[in-house]
T-cell receptor, first 109, second 115 residues
Framework: DAKTTQPPSMDCAEGRAANLPCNHS???????VYWYRQIHSQGPQYIIH???NNETNEMASLIITEDRKSSTLILPHATLRDTAVYYC??????????FGTGTRLTVIP | DTGVSQDPRHKITKRGQNVTFRCDPI?????LYWYRQTLGQGPEFLTY????????KSRLLSDRFSAERPKGSFSTLEIQRTEQGDSAMYLC?????????????FGPGTRLTVL
């Protein structure tokens, strides 16, 4: 079963920042926070991951709270192509991923 | 393209037939995973390999399912005596090593339709 909690759906206006929250209530010390997304009919796509510090790459930024119990994925300027289901995980990465239902993000023109 | 590839992308078969899917991971990735995704649900783990050794199998992997990774490179997933409930997207992923912080990279999937 998925160990994280996410809202089922969110909308975001095109060009605005999309902030997707995730609760990691049972995260342990050696587990990373991972984010993936799945665009309709495609395989899941890795976005970003982090352990304790905030991270940024060409796709997104990841904010992890100090207690590591929650994280936020930030897409700084959402486009229509960012419409997808977004999944967060907390685990070591080497183990199989437990997908929950994720957050369905709809970017609105 | 050096990503994970899967073949075929689509497969339509009749109930009772056997099907085999292939996954080619990213070169030199030691771990290879299989997942299944049904309509409207997130992917569910089936099994994974560390090189050629199959280390874990989900309870979803009934005895009609078998997976191999004979030389630690590509992998095959076979479903025998297919049932309509086997209709799903079958996803393969690979990761470079078995350490914390590794990332799994997914292929495009094979969509199976059992008539």
């Amino acid at each position: 079963d998925a160990k994280t909690t996410q809202p089922p759906s969110m909308d975001c206006a095109e060009g605005r920042a999309a902030n997707l929250p995730c609760n990691h209530s049972t995260i342990s010390g050696n587990e990373y926070v991972y984010w993936y997304r799945q665009i309709h009919s495609q395989g899941p796509q890795y976005i970003i991951h982090g352990l304790k510090n905030n991270e940024t790459n060409e796709m997104a930024s990841l904010i992890i709270t100090e207690d590591r119990k929650s994280s936020t994925l930030i897409l700084p300027h959402a486009t229509l192509r960012d419409t997808a289901v977004y999944y967060c995980f907390d685990q070591t990465g080497a183990n199989n991923l437990f997908f929950g239902t994720g957050t369905r993000l709809t970017v609105i023109p | 393209d050096t990503g994970v590839s899967q073949d075929p992308r689509h497969k339509i078969t009749k109930r009772g037939q056997n099907v085999t899917f292939r996954c080619d991971p990213i070169s030199e990735h030691n771990r290879l995973y299989w997942y299944r995704q049904t309509l409207g649900q997130g992917p569910e783990f089936l099994t994974y390999f560390q090189n050629e050794a199959q280390l874990e199998k989900s309870r979803l992997l009934s005895d009609r399912f078998s997976a191999e990774r004979p030389k630690g490179s590509f992998s095959t997933l076979e479903i025998q005596r297919t049932e309509q409930g086997d209709s799903a997207m079958y996803l393969c992923a690979s990761s470079p090593r078995a350490i914390s912080g590794d990332t799994q990279y997914f292929g495009p999937g094979t969509r199976l339709t059992v008539l």
